[in-house]
Protein backbone atom coordinates (compact mmCIF):
# COMPACT_ATOMS: atom_id res chain seq x y z
CA UNK A 1 0.00 0.00 0.00
CA UNK A 2 1.14 3.09 -0.71
CA UNK A 3 1.89 5.58 2.06
CA UNK A 4 0.93 9.68 1.62
CA UNK A 5 2.41 12.56 3.94
CA UNK A 6 1.05 15.87 3.81
CA UNK A 7 1.93 16.67 7.86
CA UNK A 8 5.61 18.18 6.64
CA UNK A 9 6.97 17.94 3.07
CA UNK A 10 4.83 16.54 0.88
CA UNK A 11 5.80 12.80 0.08
CA UNK A 12 4.53 9.61 -1.62
CA UNK A 13 6.12 6.61 -0.41
CA UNK A 14 6.02 3.02 -1.95
CA UNK A 15 7.00 0.79 0.65
CA UNK A 16 11.04 1.41 0.79
CA UNK A 17 10.79 3.88 -1.90
CA UNK A 18 10.44 7.30 -2.09
CA UNK A 19 8.58 8.78 -5.27
CA UNK A 20 9.27 12.55 -5.75
CA UNK A 21 6.99 14.82 -7.21
CA UNK A 22 9.63 17.75 -8.27
CA UNK A 23 6.99 20.37 -10.55
CA UNK A 24 5.54 22.75 -7.92
CA UNK A 25 1.98 23.00 -9.79
CA UNK A 26 1.64 19.22 -10.04
CA UNK A 27 2.66 18.69 -6.40
CA UNK A 28 0.24 21.53 -5.68
CA UNK A 29 -2.57 19.27 -7.07
CA UNK A 30 -1.86 16.41 -5.06
CA UNK A 31 -1.55 18.19 -2.44
CA UNK A 32 -5.30 19.71 -2.67
CA UNK A 33 -6.62 16.28 -3.83
CA UNK A 34 -5.47 14.53 -0.72
CA UNK A 35 -6.56 17.38 1.45
CA UNK A 36 -9.61 16.76 0.47
CA UNK A 37 -9.27 12.57 0.29
CA UNK A 38 -12.44 10.67 -0.99
CA UNK A 39 -14.61 13.92 -1.76
CA UNK A 40 -14.58 15.80 -4.83
CA UNK A 41 -12.66 18.52 -5.86
CA UNK A 42 -14.06 20.81 -8.72
CA UNK A 43 -12.07 21.64 -11.70
CA UNK A 44 -12.56 25.59 -11.23
CA UNK A 45 -11.32 25.08 -7.60
CA UNK A 46 -7.98 23.04 -7.99
CA UNK A 47 -7.42 25.85 -10.68
CA UNK A 48 -7.69 28.78 -8.22
CA UNK A 49 -5.49 26.66 -5.90
CA UNK A 50 -2.91 26.09 -8.56
CA UNK A 51 -2.68 29.62 -10.47
CA UNK A 52 -4.28 31.88 -7.62
CA UNK A 53 -7.49 32.61 -9.65
CA UNK A 54 -5.29 33.51 -12.67
CA UNK A 55 -6.14 30.13 -14.78
CA UNK A 56 -3.76 30.76 -18.10
CA UNK A 57 -6.13 30.48 -21.23
CA UNK A 58 -5.53 26.27 -21.35
CA UNK A 59 -6.07 25.51 -17.47
CA UNK A 60 -8.60 22.90 -18.17
CA UNK A 61 -5.73 21.15 -20.64
CA UNK A 62 -2.87 21.75 -18.23
CA UNK A 63 -4.87 20.16 -15.17
CA UNK A 64 -6.24 16.50 -17.06
CA UNK A 65 -1.59 16.53 -17.71
CA UNK A 66 -0.80 16.99 -13.90
CA UNK A 67 -3.87 14.98 -13.40
CA UNK A 68 -2.48 12.15 -15.89
CA UNK A 69 1.13 12.21 -14.76
CA UNK A 70 -0.31 11.56 -11.26
CA UNK A 71 -2.30 8.49 -12.37
CA UNK A 72 1.09 7.48 -14.04
CA UNK A 73 2.75 7.63 -10.71
CA UNK A 74 -0.28 5.92 -8.65
CA UNK A 75 -0.58 3.20 -11.22
CA UNK A 76 1.50 0.75 -9.39
CA UNK A 77 -0.86 0.56 -6.02
CA UNK A 78 -4.31 -0.96 -7.10
CA UNK A 79 -6.02 -0.04 -3.48
CA UNK A 80 -5.32 3.71 -4.48
CA UNK A 81 -6.94 6.10 -7.65
CA UNK A 82 -7.39 9.57 -9.18
CA UNK A 83 -10.85 9.12 -9.89
CA UNK A 84 -12.36 11.73 -12.47
CA UNK A 85 -15.99 12.81 -12.01
CA UNK A 86 -18.47 14.56 -13.13
CA UNK A 87 -17.01 18.40 -13.16
CA UNK A 88 -13.89 17.43 -10.99
CA UNK A 89 -11.43 14.68 -9.61
CA UNK A 90 -11.40 12.57 -6.00
CA UNK A 91 -8.72 10.54 -4.73
CA UNK A 92 -9.51 7.55 -3.17
CA UNK A 93 -7.38 5.71 -1.26
CA UNK A 94 -7.07 3.56 1.70
CA UNK A 95 -8.05 3.66 5.41
CA UNK A 96 -4.45 4.37 6.67
CA UNK A 97 -3.12 5.82 3.96
CA UNK A 98 -2.77 9.14 5.32
CA UNK A 99 -0.79 10.65 7.95
CA UNK A 100 -3.75 13.17 8.36
CA UNK A 101 -6.11 10.58 8.39
CA UNK A 102 -3.24 8.21 10.97
CA UNK A 103 -3.53 11.74 12.90
CA UNK A 104 -7.29 12.73 13.41
CA UNK A 105 -8.26 8.93 14.56
CA UNK A 106 -5.57 8.53 16.87
CA UNK A 107 -6.56 11.84 18.34
CA UNK A 108 -9.80 10.92 18.81
CA UNK A 109 -8.74 7.68 20.29
CA UNK A 110 -6.72 9.53 22.51
CA UNK A 111 -8.92 12.34 23.94
CA UNK A 112 -11.82 9.66 24.48
CA UNK A 113 -9.38 7.43 26.48
CA UNK A 114 -8.80 10.74 28.30
CA UNK A 115 -12.55 11.29 29.24
CA UNK A 116 -13.32 8.04 30.23
CA UNK A 117 -10.15 8.20 32.62
CA UNK A 118 -7.49 6.09 31.06
CA UNK A 119 -5.25 9.06 30.94
CA UNK A 120 -2.15 6.78 30.04
CA UNK A 121 -3.75 5.39 27.32
CA UNK A 122 -4.96 8.77 26.24
CA UNK A 123 -1.14 9.81 26.24
CA UNK A 124 0.21 7.39 24.48
CA UNK A 125 -2.28 8.25 21.50
CA UNK A 126 -1.87 11.60 21.56
CA UNK A 127 1.66 11.16 21.80
CA UNK A 128 1.52 8.69 18.45
CA UNK A 129 -0.63 11.55 16.88
CA UNK A 130 1.60 14.35 17.26
CA UNK A 131 4.01 12.16 16.18
CA UNK A 132 3.04 11.72 12.65
CA UNK A 133 4.67 15.31 12.20
CA UNK A 134 7.49 15.73 10.68
CA UNK A 135 7.07 19.95 10.32
CA UNK A 136 4.50 22.44 9.05
CA UNK A 137 1.72 20.56 6.79
CA UNK A 138 2.79 21.14 3.34
CA UNK A 139 6.02 22.34 3.99
CA UNK A 140 7.36 22.51 0.44
CA UNK A 141 4.34 23.30 -1.31
CA UNK A 142 4.39 26.90 -2.29
CA UNK A 143 0.64 27.42 -2.94
CA UNK A 144 -0.25 30.45 -1.26
CA UNK A 145 -3.70 29.73 -1.36
CA UNK A 146 -3.28 26.56 0.80
CA UNK A 147 -1.73 28.80 3.78
CA UNK A 148 -5.41 28.87 5.17
CA UNK A 149 -5.52 25.09 5.33
CA UNK A 150 -1.73 25.16 6.79
CA UNK A 151 -2.30 27.21 9.71
CA UNK A 152 -5.74 25.45 10.69
CA UNK A 153 -3.69 22.09 10.68
CA UNK A 154 -1.53 23.86 12.60
CA UNK A 155 -3.95 24.99 15.30
CA UNK A 156 -4.82 21.33 15.36
CA UNK A 157 -1.73 20.33 15.79
CA UNK A 158 -0.90 22.66 18.98
CA UNK A 159 -4.58 21.79 20.44
CA UNK A 160 -3.54 17.94 20.53
CA UNK A 161 -0.14 19.06 21.87
CA UNK A 162 -1.78 21.07 24.61
CA UNK A 163 -3.95 17.76 25.56
CA UNK A 164 -1.22 15.40 25.13
CA UNK A 165 0.85 17.77 27.97
CA UNK A 166 -2.03 18.28 30.39
CA UNK A 167 -2.40 13.82 30.14
CA UNK A 168 1.86 13.88 30.87
CA UNK A 169 1.12 16.14 33.97
CA UNK A 170 -1.72 14.23 35.41
CA UNK A 171 0.47 11.30 35.07
CA UNK A 172 3.04 13.54 36.81
CA UNK A 173 5.51 13.86 34.60
CA UNK A 174 6.46 17.59 35.30
CA UNK A 175 9.88 17.49 34.95
CA UNK A 176 9.94 15.60 31.30
CA UNK A 177 7.13 18.51 30.58
CA UNK A 178 8.66 21.83 31.76
CA UNK A 179 11.17 21.90 28.41
CA UNK A 180 8.89 20.89 26.09
CA UNK A 181 6.25 23.59 27.62
CA UNK A 182 8.98 26.26 27.67
CA UNK A 183 9.57 25.58 23.54
CA UNK A 184 6.09 25.36 23.04
CA UNK A 185 5.19 28.93 24.67
CA UNK A 186 8.00 30.24 22.90
CA UNK A 187 6.95 28.98 19.41
CA UNK A 188 3.15 30.24 20.30
CA UNK A 189 3.26 32.91 22.56
CA UNK A 190 0.06 33.94 22.91
CA UNK A 191 -2.11 30.49 23.96
CA UNK A 192 -2.90 31.02 27.15
CA UNK A 193 -3.46 27.12 28.04
CA UNK A 194 0.32 26.24 27.40
CA UNK A 195 1.34 29.15 29.82
CA UNK A 196 -1.19 27.55 32.54
CA UNK A 197 0.42 24.25 32.04
CA UNK A 198 3.53 25.39 31.89
CA UNK A 199 2.87 26.83 35.17
CA UNK A 200 1.75 24.01 36.48
CA UNK A 201 4.25 22.06 35.21
CA UNK A 202 6.90 24.85 37.28
CA UNK A 203 4.92 24.11 40.10
CA UNK A 204 5.49 20.47 39.96
CA UNK A 205 9.05 20.71 40.35
CA UNK A 206 9.53 22.80 43.21
CA UNK A 207 9.66 25.97 40.88
CA UNK A 208 7.13 27.93 41.91
CA UNK A 209 8.82 30.99 41.59
CA UNK A 210 9.78 30.47 37.93
CA UNK A 211 5.72 29.75 37.29
CA UNK A 212 4.82 33.07 38.82
CA UNK A 213 7.55 35.05 36.55
CA UNK A 214 6.63 32.88 33.44
CA UNK A 215 2.73 34.24 34.39
CA UNK A 216 4.41 37.63 34.54
CA UNK A 217 6.56 37.09 31.05
CA UNK A 218 2.94 36.19 29.65
CA UNK A 219 0.87 39.34 31.18
CA UNK A 220 3.92 41.53 29.91
CA UNK A 221 3.64 40.36 26.47
CA UNK A 222 -0.32 40.27 26.16
CA UNK A 223 -0.26 44.01 27.34
CA UNK A 224 2.37 44.96 25.00
CA UNK A 225 1.48 43.51 22.06
CA UNK A 226 -2.43 43.03 22.16
CA UNK A 227 -3.48 45.66 25.36
CA UNK A 228 -5.33 42.85 26.82
CA UNK A 229 -4.78 40.86 29.95
CA UNK A 230 -4.54 37.15 31.10
CA UNK A 231 -8.00 35.43 31.27
CA UNK A 232 -10.04 34.26 34.31
CA UNK A 233 -8.40 31.00 34.42
CA UNK A 234 -4.68 32.15 34.23
CA UNK A 235 -5.66 34.83 36.40
CA UNK A 236 -7.03 32.28 38.94
CA UNK A 237 -4.22 30.05 38.53
CA UNK A 238 -1.89 32.65 39.31
CA UNK A 239 -3.74 33.17 42.67
CA UNK A 240 -4.18 29.41 43.39
CA UNK A 241 -0.24 29.59 43.07
CA UNK A 242 0.83 32.69 44.77
CA UNK A 243 -1.76 31.04 47.88
CA UNK A 244 -0.19 27.79 47.32
CA UNK A 245 -3.53 26.49 47.28
CA UNK A 246 -4.40 23.03 46.01
CA UNK A 247 -8.00 23.15 44.24
CA UNK A 248 -8.26 20.17 42.15
CA UNK A 249 -9.02 20.93 38.55
CA UNK A 250 -10.40 24.11 37.18
CA UNK A 251 -11.56 25.68 33.58
CA UNK A 252 -13.56 24.30 30.93
CA UNK A 253 -16.36 21.37 31.25
CA UNK A 254 -13.77 18.98 29.37
CA UNK A 255 -11.92 19.26 32.63
CA UNK A 256 -8.67 20.70 31.68
CA UNK A 257 -7.01 23.75 32.81
CA UNK A 258 -6.05 22.29 36.08
CA UNK A 259 -3.72 22.71 38.95
CA UNK A 260 -3.92 21.37 42.78
CA UNK A 261 -2.18 18.43 44.66
CA UNK A 262 -2.45 15.70 41.63
CA UNK A 263 -0.97 17.65 39.02
CA UNK A 264 1.73 19.62 41.02
CA UNK A 265 3.49 16.65 43.12
CA UNK A 266 6.66 15.43 41.60
CA UNK A 267 6.84 11.50 40.69
CA UNK A 268 9.73 10.01 39.20
CA UNK A 269 8.71 9.02 35.60
CA UNK A 270 8.80 4.94 35.88
CA UNK A 271 7.02 2.61 34.15
CA UNK A 272 7.51 -0.84 35.20
CA UNK A 273 10.36 -0.59 37.06
CA UNK A 274 12.22 1.19 33.83
CA UNK A 275 13.08 4.96 33.58
CA UNK A 276 11.23 6.56 30.46
CA UNK A 277 13.98 8.01 28.11
CA UNK A 278 13.51 11.68 28.09
CA UNK A 279 13.24 13.37 24.35
CA UNK A 280 13.92 16.85 24.94
CA UNK A 281 15.32 18.06 21.94
CA UNK A 282 13.23 20.90 20.42
CA UNK A 283 11.89 21.20 17.21
CA UNK A 284 13.94 20.69 14.19
CA UNK A 285 13.73 22.88 11.50
CA UNK A 286 11.55 22.56 8.66
CA UNK A 287 13.72 25.23 6.12
CA UNK A 288 17.08 23.42 6.83
CA UNK A 289 19.30 24.29 3.93
CA UNK A 290 22.59 23.45 2.66
CA UNK A 291 25.64 22.88 4.77
CA UNK A 292 26.43 19.39 3.36
CA UNK A 293 30.06 19.22 4.44
CA UNK A 294 29.27 20.58 8.01
CA UNK A 295 26.20 17.77 8.47
CA UNK A 296 28.94 15.53 7.45
CA UNK A 297 31.60 16.40 9.43
CA UNK A 298 29.63 16.83 12.98
CA UNK A 299 27.57 13.47 12.55
CA UNK A 300 30.87 11.70 11.68
CA UNK A 301 32.10 12.66 14.97
CA UNK A 302 29.51 10.24 16.58
CA UNK A 303 29.88 7.82 14.54
CA UNK A 304 29.22 3.84 16.22
CA UNK A 305 33.02 3.76 16.79
CA UNK A 306 32.91 6.96 18.06
CA UNK A 307 29.15 7.34 19.92
CA UNK A 308 31.06 8.62 23.49
CA UNK A 309 32.70 11.85 21.94
CA UNK A 310 31.93 15.11 22.61
CA UNK A 311 31.94 17.84 20.21
CA UNK A 312 31.85 21.90 20.02
CA UNK A 313 30.11 23.97 17.25
CA UNK A 314 31.72 27.41 17.74
CA UNK A 315 30.79 30.49 15.31
CA UNK A 316 29.40 34.45 14.95
CA UNK A 317 26.19 35.75 16.66
CA UNK A 318 23.10 34.82 14.37
CA UNK A 319 25.46 32.30 12.13
CA UNK A 320 23.42 29.26 12.63
CA UNK A 321 24.84 27.16 15.47
CA UNK A 322 21.81 26.33 17.21
CA UNK A 323 20.01 25.31 14.22
CA UNK A 324 22.68 22.84 12.91
CA UNK A 325 22.95 21.29 16.60
CA UNK A 326 19.34 20.22 16.97
CA UNK A 327 19.19 19.16 13.05
CA UNK A 328 22.01 16.74 13.93
CA UNK A 329 20.70 15.97 17.20
CA UNK A 330 17.41 14.61 15.60
CA UNK A 331 19.22 12.81 12.74
CA UNK A 332 21.59 11.02 15.96
CA UNK A 333 18.56 10.31 18.35
CA UNK A 334 18.52 6.87 17.21
CA UNK A 335 21.82 6.19 18.12
CA UNK A 336 20.85 7.08 21.50
CA UNK A 337 18.05 4.90 22.95
CA UNK A 338 17.95 5.71 26.24
CA UNK A 339 16.86 9.62 25.70
CA UNK A 340 18.12 13.06 24.00
CA UNK A 341 18.47 16.08 26.57
CA UNK A 342 18.82 19.28 25.87
CA UNK A 343 19.79 22.55 28.14
CA UNK A 344 20.25 26.30 26.96
CA UNK A 345 22.86 28.01 28.78
CA UNK A 346 21.46 31.16 27.23
CA UNK A 347 24.96 32.34 25.91
CA UNK A 348 23.00 34.82 23.63
CA UNK A 349 20.87 36.31 26.16
CA UNK A 350 21.46 38.57 29.90
CA UNK A 351 20.08 35.23 31.33
CA UNK A 352 22.34 33.02 32.92
CA UNK A 353 21.45 29.46 33.38
CA UNK A 354 23.26 27.28 36.04
CA UNK A 355 24.68 24.24 35.69
CA UNK A 356 22.79 22.92 38.98
CA UNK A 357 19.67 23.60 37.72
CA UNK A 358 20.15 21.67 34.58
CA UNK A 359 20.97 18.94 36.74
CA UNK A 360 17.88 18.88 39.29
CA UNK A 361 15.81 18.75 36.02
CA UNK A 362 18.19 15.61 34.36
CA UNK A 363 18.78 13.31 37.46
CA UNK A 364 14.86 12.36 38.00
CA UNK A 365 14.60 11.47 34.78
CA UNK A 366 17.36 9.35 35.10
CA UNK A 367 15.27 7.51 38.28
CA UNK A 368 18.02 9.45 40.69
CA UNK A 369 16.01 11.83 43.12
CA UNK A 370 16.74 15.50 42.80
CA UNK A 371 17.53 16.01 46.36
CA UNK A 372 19.33 19.73 46.88
CA UNK A 373 23.22 19.19 46.11
CA UNK A 374 26.24 20.76 45.34
CA UNK A 375 27.53 21.05 41.51
CA UNK A 376 30.07 18.48 42.40
CA UNK A 377 28.30 16.10 43.65
CA UNK A 378 25.17 16.79 41.43
CA UNK A 379 27.71 16.22 38.41
CA UNK A 380 29.05 12.91 39.87
CA UNK A 381 25.81 11.16 39.93
CA UNK A 382 24.67 12.41 36.90
CA UNK A 383 28.25 11.24 35.41
CA UNK A 384 27.07 7.53 36.93
CA UNK A 385 23.84 7.47 35.67
CA UNK A 386 25.15 7.90 32.41
CA UNK A 387 27.49 5.61 33.00
CA UNK A 388 25.57 2.20 31.64
CA UNK A 389 23.20 4.09 29.42
CA UNK A 390 23.07 5.83 25.92
CA UNK A 391 21.97 9.28 25.97
CA UNK A 392 22.87 12.54 23.64
CA UNK A 393 23.09 15.98 25.88
CA UNK A 394 22.78 18.91 23.42
CA UNK A 395 24.23 22.20 25.53
CA UNK A 396 23.53 25.17 23.64
CA UNK A 397 25.05 28.75 24.10
CA UNK A 398 27.79 27.71 26.29
CA UNK A 399 29.74 31.15 27.90
CA UNK A 400 32.74 29.17 29.45
CA UNK A 401 34.09 25.53 30.49
CA UNK A 402 33.56 25.50 33.73
CA UNK A 403 29.11 26.08 33.35
CA UNK A 404 29.46 23.15 30.52
CA UNK A 405 31.86 20.55 32.28
CA UNK A 406 29.01 19.53 34.90
CA UNK A 407 26.59 18.58 32.24
CA UNK A 408 28.97 16.24 30.42
CA UNK A 409 28.92 12.79 30.48
CA UNK A 410 32.27 10.64 31.84
CA UNK A 411 33.25 7.04 30.86
CA UNK A 412 30.63 5.24 28.45
CA UNK A 413 28.60 5.51 25.46
CA UNK A 414 26.81 8.44 25.83
CA UNK A 415 27.89 11.70 23.63
CA UNK A 416 27.90 15.35 23.91
CA UNK A 417 26.95 18.52 21.47
CA UNK A 418 28.47 21.72 22.80
CA UNK A 419 27.48 25.18 20.56
CA UNK A 420 28.96 28.47 22.14
CA UNK A 421 30.79 32.22 20.44
CA UNK A 422 33.88 30.48 22.13
CA UNK A 423 35.90 27.65 20.88
CA UNK A 424 35.83 25.06 23.96
CA UNK A 425 39.23 23.51 22.95
CA UNK A 426 39.92 22.40 26.78
CA UNK A 427 37.45 19.86 26.85
CA UNK A 428 39.60 16.45 26.18
CA UNK A 429 39.13 14.76 23.30
CA UNK A 430 36.80 16.52 22.24
CA UNK A 431 35.96 17.82 18.33
CA UNK A 432 35.63 20.97 16.82
CA UNK A 433 33.71 22.78 14.03
CA UNK A 434 33.70 26.95 13.71
CA UNK A 435 31.01 27.63 11.53
CA UNK A 436 31.06 29.75 9.10
CA UNK A 437 28.02 32.06 7.26
CA UNK A 438 26.85 30.12 4.44
CA UNK A 439 27.82 30.73 0.84
CA UNK A 440 25.97 33.28 -1.55
CA UNK A 441 23.68 30.57 -2.93
CA UNK A 442 22.79 28.59 -0.10
CA UNK A 443 21.74 31.81 1.75
CA UNK A 444 19.80 32.87 -1.29
CA UNK A 445 17.77 29.74 -1.20
CA UNK A 446 17.59 30.29 2.86
CA UNK A 447 15.57 33.37 1.82
CA UNK A 448 13.48 31.52 -0.72
CA UNK A 449 12.08 28.60 1.57
CA UNK A 450 11.89 31.67 4.65
CA UNK A 451 10.17 34.20 2.73
CA UNK A 452 8.57 31.92 -0.02
CA UNK A 453 10.14 30.91 -4.05
CA UNK A 454 7.88 32.92 -5.72
CA UNK A 455 8.05 36.19 -3.53
CA UNK A 456 11.88 35.34 -3.77
CA UNK A 457 12.13 34.93 -7.66
CA UNK A 458 9.85 37.50 -8.60
CA UNK A 459 12.99 40.30 -7.25
CA UNK A 460 15.71 38.14 -7.52
CA UNK A 461 18.12 41.14 -7.91
CA UNK A 462 16.73 42.75 -4.71
CA UNK A 463 16.45 39.25 -2.84
CA UNK A 464 20.41 38.99 -3.55
CA UNK A 465 20.68 42.57 -2.03
CA UNK A 466 19.14 41.76 0.88
CA UNK A 467 21.23 38.41 1.58
CA UNK A 468 24.46 40.47 0.71
CA UNK A 469 22.98 42.87 3.34
CA UNK A 470 22.41 40.60 5.75
CA UNK A 471 26.23 39.08 5.27
CA UNK A 472 24.38 35.83 4.51
CA UNK A 473 23.89 35.30 8.52
CA UNK A 474 20.97 32.68 8.80
CA UNK A 475 19.67 34.96 11.67
CA UNK A 476 19.33 38.03 9.97
CA UNK A 477 17.97 36.66 6.61
CA UNK A 478 15.04 34.25 9.04
CA UNK A 479 14.10 38.11 10.82
CA UNK A 480 13.74 39.38 7.25
CA UNK A 481 11.47 36.73 6.24
CA UNK A 482 9.57 36.98 9.44
CA UNK A 483 9.00 40.26 8.73
CA UNK A 484 8.18 40.14 4.83
CA UNK A 485 5.62 37.42 5.93
CA UNK A 486 4.01 40.02 8.61
CA UNK A 487 3.93 42.54 5.95
CA UNK A 488 2.82 41.04 2.43
CA UNK A 489 2.87 44.35 0.76
CA UNK A 490 6.54 45.06 1.56
CA UNK A 491 8.37 44.31 -1.32
CA UNK A 492 12.00 43.25 -1.44
CA UNK A 493 13.05 45.71 -3.14
CA UNK A 494 11.49 48.28 -0.55
CA UNK A 495 13.52 45.65 2.26
CA UNK A 496 16.61 45.96 0.42
CA UNK A 497 16.64 49.91 0.38
CA UNK A 498 15.67 49.95 4.27
CA UNK A 499 18.91 47.75 5.27
CA UNK A 500 20.77 50.07 2.54
CA UNK A 501 20.98 52.65 5.12
CA UNK A 502 23.32 51.55 7.79
CA UNK A 503 22.03 54.15 9.73
CA UNK A 504 18.94 52.21 10.49
CA UNK A 505 19.84 48.18 9.28
CA UNK A 506 20.18 46.72 12.53
CA UNK A 507 16.96 48.43 13.68
CA UNK A 508 15.66 46.77 10.58
CA UNK A 509 17.06 43.72 11.33
CA UNK A 510 14.56 43.04 14.56
CA UNK A 511 11.02 41.64 15.14
CA UNK A 512 9.27 40.02 17.35
CA UNK A 513 11.73 40.60 20.16
CA UNK A 514 14.72 39.50 18.57
CA UNK A 515 17.48 41.48 17.43
CA UNK A 516 20.86 40.98 15.74
CA UNK A 517 22.23 43.72 17.64
CA UNK A 518 21.63 42.11 21.44
CA UNK A 519 22.40 38.81 20.07
CA UNK A 520 26.10 40.57 19.12
CA UNK A 521 26.21 42.87 22.18
CA UNK A 522 26.30 39.90 24.57
CA UNK A 523 29.52 38.72 23.39
CA UNK A 524 30.80 42.11 24.00
CA UNK A 525 29.18 42.31 27.24
CA UNK A 526 30.16 38.85 28.71
CA UNK A 527 32.95 37.70 27.40
CA UNK A 528 35.59 40.62 26.60
CA UNK A 529 38.10 41.70 29.17
CA UNK A 530 38.58 45.45 29.75
CA UNK A 531 41.08 45.86 27.28
CA UNK A 532 38.83 43.62 24.67
CA UNK A 533 36.21 45.87 25.38
CA UNK A 534 38.44 49.13 24.72
CA UNK A 535 39.47 47.73 21.51
CA UNK A 536 35.92 46.71 20.38
CA UNK A 537 34.78 50.99 20.86
CA UNK A 538 38.01 52.06 19.17
CA UNK A 539 37.13 49.69 15.62
CA UNK A 540 33.94 50.84 16.06
CA UNK A 541 35.31 54.30 13.73
CA UNK A 542 38.54 52.47 12.32
CA UNK A 543 38.22 53.75 8.64
CA UNK A 544 38.29 50.40 6.73
CA UNK A 545 38.17 48.21 9.46
CA UNK A 546 35.03 46.14 7.77
CA UNK A 547 36.60 45.85 4.35
CA UNK A 548 40.55 46.45 4.26
CA UNK A 549 40.92 45.43 8.40
CA UNK A 550 43.24 46.97 10.61
CA UNK A 551 46.93 45.84 11.89
CA UNK A 552 48.34 45.56 15.27
CA UNK A 553 50.64 48.57 15.27
CA UNK A 554 48.38 50.56 13.76
CA UNK A 555 46.27 50.15 16.85
CA UNK A 556 48.72 50.39 19.18
CA UNK A 557 50.04 53.73 18.07
CA UNK A 558 46.74 55.33 18.15
CA UNK A 559 45.35 53.77 21.49
CA UNK A 560 48.80 54.16 23.65
CA UNK A 561 48.60 50.47 24.70
CA UNK A 562 51.39 48.39 24.36
CA UNK A 563 51.69 46.10 21.17
CA UNK A 564 51.53 42.60 23.18
CA UNK A 565 48.36 43.79 24.97
CA UNK A 566 46.96 44.85 21.47
CA UNK A 567 47.60 41.41 20.07
CA UNK A 568 46.01 39.61 23.23
CA UNK A 569 42.93 42.32 22.78
CA UNK A 570 42.62 41.76 19.07
CA UNK A 571 42.57 37.46 19.60
CA UNK A 572 40.17 37.67 22.44
CA UNK A 573 38.02 40.01 19.83
CA UNK A 574 38.96 37.01 17.43
CA UNK A 575 37.90 34.14 19.80
CA UNK A 576 34.22 35.43 20.21
CA UNK A 577 34.00 36.05 16.28
CA UNK A 578 34.21 40.23 16.48
CA UNK A 579 36.85 39.93 14.12
CA UNK A 580 37.94 37.90 11.65
CA UNK A 581 42.03 37.08 11.60
CA UNK A 582 43.52 37.25 7.92
CA UNK A 583 46.32 35.37 6.46
CA UNK A 584 47.96 38.67 6.32
CA UNK A 585 48.24 39.11 10.15
CA UNK A 586 45.34 41.92 9.96
CA UNK A 587 42.02 41.80 11.43
CA UNK A 588 38.76 42.41 9.76
CA UNK A 589 35.77 42.98 11.58
CA UNK A 590 32.09 41.99 10.06
CA UNK A 591 30.13 45.09 8.69
CA UNK A 592 27.12 44.05 11.17
CA UNK A 593 29.54 43.80 13.92
CA UNK A 594 31.25 47.40 12.86
CA UNK A 595 27.69 48.65 12.99
CA UNK A 596 27.13 47.89 17.13
CA UNK A 597 31.01 48.35 17.77
CA UNK A 598 29.98 52.14 16.06
CA UNK A 599 27.29 52.44 18.44
CA UNK A 600 29.51 51.90 21.37
CA UNK A 601 32.19 54.07 20.36
CA UNK A 602 32.55 57.34 21.89
CA UNK A 603 31.91 60.31 20.25
CA UNK A 604 34.13 63.41 19.80
CA UNK A 605 33.38 64.94 23.15
CA UNK A 606 33.38 61.87 25.21
CA UNK A 607 29.89 60.11 25.15
CA UNK A 608 28.60 56.66 24.22
CA UNK A 609 26.36 56.43 20.83
CA UNK A 610 24.39 53.74 23.18
CA UNK A 611 21.25 52.37 22.22
CA UNK A 612 19.18 50.24 24.65
CA UNK A 613 20.35 46.39 24.12
CA UNK A 614 16.69 45.59 22.67
CA UNK A 615 15.86 48.61 20.36
CA UNK A 616 14.53 48.09 16.79
CA UNK A 617 12.27 49.85 15.93
CA UNK A 618 10.84 47.39 13.47
CA UNK A 619 10.29 44.74 16.12
CA UNK A 620 6.77 45.53 15.86
CA UNK A 621 6.88 44.11 12.53
CA UNK A 622 6.95 47.59 10.42
Known sequence: MMEFRILGCLQIRDGNRLIDIAADKQKTVLAVLLLRAGQTVPVHELEDQVWGGAPPAKAKNTLQAYVYRLRQVLKSDSDTALVTEAGGYRMMMPDGALDLHRFEELTAGGRAAIKAGRVDEGFVALQAALDQWRGPAFADVSATALQADVQRLEDQRIAVAEDAAEAALALGRQATMVPRLETLVAAHPYRERLWALLMVALCGTGRRADALAAYGRLRARLREDLGIEPGPQLRQLQRDILSARAVGRTGDADGFWFVGAAAARTRSEVTGGQVRPAAELPRDTSTFVGRRAELAEVCGWFSEERVGRVGMINGSAGVGKTTLAVHVAHRLAPRFPDGQFYANLHGDDDTVQEPVEILRRWLPMLGVPAAPRTVEESAALFRSALATRRVLIVVDGAVG?????????????????????????????????????????????LLRRTAGPQRVDAELMAARTVVHLCENLPLAIRIVAARLAARPELSLTCMAGQLSDEQRRLDELAFGGLTLRARIRVAYDRLLSADGKKMFRTLGDWPQVDSVGVASPAIAARTGLTLSRVRAALNGLADVHLLLAQRDGRYRMPTLVRLVAAELAPEPGGVRRLPAVGAGSRADGA
Open 401 to 445: LSHVSPLLPGAGNSAALVTGKRALTMIDGSAHLTLRAPDDEEALD
